[in-house]
């Protein structure tokens, strides 16, 4: 079993060309709980300034439009990914394994990524491949 987990959170844009990460926070969890409470937070707190409610009194009124249809609604990708029980048990036996979780979502200009790995597998250069879980449900 390992022990600690660290884990990221990470946005990716183009910036004069270049691709560009903002880091958005990093967390050592030091239970696997903590680690995927974490994972969970920072989704719901990445949907919640993505999507905010239009009636808030901080914002002019107009000051927020919908999205085209065509793009993806990241916030509520997110939002089911905190919701679906069974993909945080999925999540949850990749890390208990020592392998590497990537959780990403993107829209038209933006990548959203969580990452989440042993501590322990870090120490012994990741020998395993990443699990990579996908945030839009595969039909």
Known sequence: MHDEFLCHVTAYGVCDGQRVGVPLGTYRAPTL????WWLRDRASWMAERLDPLPE????PPGALVPVAGTVADVPTLLRAWCADDLRQEQVADELAAGRLVRIAACDDTTEYELLAESVDALRM???VPAFVVPVVPVA
């Open 33 to 36: 709980a903590l680690a995927l």
């Open 56 to 59: 808030n009194t901080v914002f």
């Open 125 to 127: 250069q990741r020998t």
